[in-house]
């Protein structure tokens, strides 16, 4: 399954705003997100930049990879708007 892992801009916004340390990588497998503050990718990857059709999230700038991906720190969604 190809895995698509951008930096969330809204995130790092919020995190400058609030003082927090929130993670703002965002990694996307399928139809599920998660959250990590590191993200380690064991094999081939491919920098993606695209203004023409970005994501639904809105990202221009992802990794795709179908190598293993591997998260610390990780957070769930629900911890994330806590």
């Not at 997100?33 to 993606?48: C, Q, T, W």
């Amino acid at each position: 399954m190809k895995t698509k892992i951008h930096v969330n801009q809204h995130i790092i916004k919020s995190n400058r705003k609030k003082g927090l340390k929130e993670p703002v990588f965002t990694v996307k497998q399928g139809n599920k997100n998660r959250y990590a503050k590191r993200v380690s990718i064991d094999g081939p990857s491919e920098l993606v930049y695209s203004p023409e059709k970005p994501l639904s999230c809105g990202a221009y700038v992802w990794i795709e990879t179908n190598s293993t991906v591997r998260l610390q720190d990780e957070k769930s969604f629900a911890d994330l708007k806590k």
